[in-house]
């Protein structure tokens, strides 16, 4: 089981997130918790960002994280329109 760290613009960002969305989140880092790499959860991992970041699917929603042997990262949560841009 990893330790789950957010950082300041994680939780600015999950504010403008709806509700249903949220309520979603919270059972998607349980699972992450024990198996980020698992494969019923669509995570992809990002192109082009050092160091290495994954991105989680949330209907419209993505989630941006990183994770390591004893820690899950939380990044960013926003819109798909909004949340690639955020990691430049």
Known sequence: MRDVFVTPQFKKEIKRVPREVIIGVHDLIAILKKNPTD????IKKLA???????????????????????????LHIAH???????LL
């Open 48 to 74: 082009q960002i050092d160091p290495s970041a994954w991105r989680l699917r949330i209907g419209s929603y993505r989630l941006v994280f990183r994770y390591d042997q004893t820690t899950l990262t939380l």
């Open 80 to 86: 798909r329109k909004e949340v690639y841009r955020r």
């Open 39 to 42: 494969p019923t959860l669509r």
